[in-house]
């Protein structure tokens, strides 16, 4: 990495607006690998009481272990027998799904009420999970958390144990339109490999099969987002297990996709191993791939690619790069990129820093 790129790097973390230091540094006793530092750390956070997003690698810190409920084993079929269903008005999938996983947990409320919190007055704006933690908190004294990399045994565990996750996924098949779109999960059958969504676009108890989840999430990182409460968040984390941890999520999820990069070789799985490996601040890795996607087939639809592909470039130092293919990808959605522009992911700035450091200087206790 040249010097100047590692200077733009070290002005990221410093400017970026989630704190990722301690107020005081913690002083190198000994010598060790990076590699070494990120598995400590990680399974350290995960054997503690770690949120997701959790704070910055600055060393091992001493945590102590907590015991979480046994989740119930998810059956061969299980499914919410009430959830309200809404149609959605212009570009609210994300409103109308929140307000149908929030009525199993008693809640009514209505989608118009949902959009104005959660997306604002633009109508062409999406919505991401971000917001949605803060509003079910002030207004019905719930939570909300999401995660990457989800699968289908989660999102079988989560409804098992009362739980109505929500997913990003491509609205129908991508040969078909490339519309991305959240839905609501409300059960699923292991006899006929399908889930049962309410979608505001598709209709009420909709089937899809095992297979369409697996083909039609990759695009998006596997999120899924639940809303809970607070009473339920031990057994929500037990049902995540250590993917609760932001570094072994990411982790994890540039491992997945690198391997089916390789293995599936088409041009979605190489972007979604793009967007991993930028998480994970793996910044050359995330370039070469976006590259090799791109050249495979249209990114249409894919509207994280505009924001990851040039902060990765422009974290190794490749401003006029980074200009270039910002303005390559600017019609990628239907969404403007103006409402989706993102700052650069700090967590995965720390990380490559962290990779380059001597190891001599790398923080440990």
Known sequence: ?????????????????????PAEPVQSTTAVDTA???DAVASSNAAGSAAPNAGAISGVAATTTEVLPTPAI?????????????????NNCGPAAVVMALSTLGVDTNQETARLALRGTDVRRGMGPQGVGPWVKE???????????????????????GFAPMVTQWMQDPSVSRIAHWRTVRGYDDAKSVFYVNDSMLGNDVALSYDFFARNWQSFSYRYMVIYKPEGEKLLRAI???????????????????????AWNTNFAWLAYGEAAYSYGMFEEAVAAFEKGLSMGSPNGVFGLRNSYPQALRALGKQQEADGAAQQLNNISVVPSSTVVAPPDAYAVYLALLRNMPVEELPTQ
Do not use: C
Not at 6 to 14: A, E, H, K, Q, T
Not at 141 to 152: A, E, I, P
């Open 36 to 38: 070494s530092t990120l």
């Open 74 to 90: 998810a059956p061969h079929s299980a499914a919410f027998p009430e959830m309200k269903h809404v149609w959605q008005s212009l």
């Open 240 to 262: 995540v297990g250590d993917q609760w941890n932001d570094l072994i999520m990411r982790r994890s999820l540039y491992e997945r996709t690198k391997a089916e990069a390789k």
């Open 139 to 161: 207004n019905f004294d719930l939570r909300s958390t999401w995660r990457n990399n989800g699968t289908n045994a989660i999102l079988k565990a989560l409804v098992a144990n």
């Open 1 to 21: 990495m040249s010097a100047a790129a590692f200077g733009l790097m070290i002005g990221i973390v410093l400017t970026a607006s989630v704190a990722l230091h």
